[in-house]
């Protein structure tokens, strides 16, 4: 019988016995709270569905290639955090992104000092060597941590790039002196598009699932210092993605062009300060525009964006995305989010703590607010988190990374000198989503009394065997017991784990039986499996 509705009781409780407990209880021990409930009613219906889930990722972007070069003794344990769908002990080993966003280099780090770029750990590798030649041993720790995505069943690859390679920008650099304009010397897209085609042909012949090219980033900001980028206009990008399109039908490398990588959502529906670099959506999916980019081979009706600058507050992102969504939708776009970290300003103090009081339990919270309304309301089909590593410095705690690195002369020693490593809550809360919600896993409808301090999403297996419902509760003094019940399916669920994650416990798993309730504890993000008869 095909599932079709899941019923869900749930009473809110004063937790008087409650805590997180460094030790997580046995997967076949069910939790047996002190409680007093509250009723709440949530129902799930299987019947109703939305978007299609394509993957969740992260960066490599830039300290992962010191790390797969130099940190020989711990990059195994550090990979297997990121890639692992391994649950032993009652503890993930890792998150499982199913995303892995590469960067290719604009070649800086050959430069050295002469790249203009003051940061050594911001310059970055290039496989097309100033003679013209390919030299496929450069980025050899980004390959290492290619190869471990690979071994441990990632299935998606994305390649990106933020320059051109040096060789063929105005100024010889990997950071643009163009300003609203593209770094791309004039005669030189032809030889930009073959480049991004050849390294994407030579990963594919090599076995490595690569799904997806972006050939710019941000193209809304100029890009004049510090890191390598470059500003762009749409009509640079829209003749760029033509002439990329034309090589990887040359080379016959079956990968899809990601247009996007916006520098937050409102560039892709508005026009937003500079009209020839926004309202993305209309001008390149809109058959009369100039820059229509919708009819070509390798292009999928596909757009992605980044979630700054639009995120200080609950009903202000849920706005925006709302916007975001109808705009994709009345084109037939399908939107992914391909970056975010918690790097803007702005906050509500009323949502957030602000930085100086802030744990990492706090901005990873934060972090699921965010990806539940780029699910929910903007209807992404992939998430990804800016970087998967670095230096924790100047006080940002887990703003900008999952994994913190020390290297080891300290904060500001040199990263090809091994140091330690540490997963952050970030990494954690990530998983809760990653590691549970598949690629091919369909969001599904979910009737609650949603609020910012309470919310949830509930995805199904391609198979329908399997429900994932993924649940934040930011209240401090309330838990959440789920007792459950379900109509349209045969019988009831076959079992129920759930994964919770709080400022002490790391996707620690449990079980109940499938009439028992889950506990939902304070400040946390729970991930409820229920397999399905």
Known sequence: MKPSLLLLSIASALLAGCSDSDSPLTPDTPQQPDFVSVEKAVSIDAGTTYQTMRGFGASDCWTADYVGQYWTRQRDAISELLFSTDIADGRAKGIGLSQWRVNLGGGTAAQGDASGIDEKTRRAASFLTGTGQYDWNNCRGQQYFMQRAKDMGCPSFVLFSNTPPVQFTRNGKGFSASGACSNLKEDAYDDFADYLATVAQHYLHAGYPVTHLSPVNEPQYNWDSGQEGSGWQNSEVARLIRELDRALTDKQADVTILPGEAGDWEYLYKTKGDATRSNVIADFFTPSSADYIGNLKHTANLLCGHSYWTDGTWNGMRKVRQQVAAAAQAKGIELWQSEW???????????????????????????????????????????????????????????????????AGGENGDLAQEGSYRPTATLWVLGNYSRFIRPGYVRIRMDYNESRHFFASAWMSPDKKEVVAVYTNLTSDKGIRLSETHTGWQGKAASVRFYTTTARKQLAESSVSPDGPVVLEPMSVTTVVYQLN
Do not use: C
Not at 359 to 373: C, F, G, P, Q
Not at 377 to 396: E, I, K, L, N, Y
């Open 341 to 407: 970290s918690m790097l803007g300003d702005g906050y509500s103090s009323e949502e957030f703590v602000g930085y100086d009081k802030a744990t990492e339990m706090d901005i990873a919270l934060y972090m699921s607010k965010v990806i539940h309304n780029d699910l929910t309301q903007a209807g992404v089909g992939s998430w990804s988190f800016w970087t998967s590593m670095d230096v924790p410095r100047w006080g940002h705690q887990n703003r900008f990374l999952l994994i913190a690195l020390t290297p």
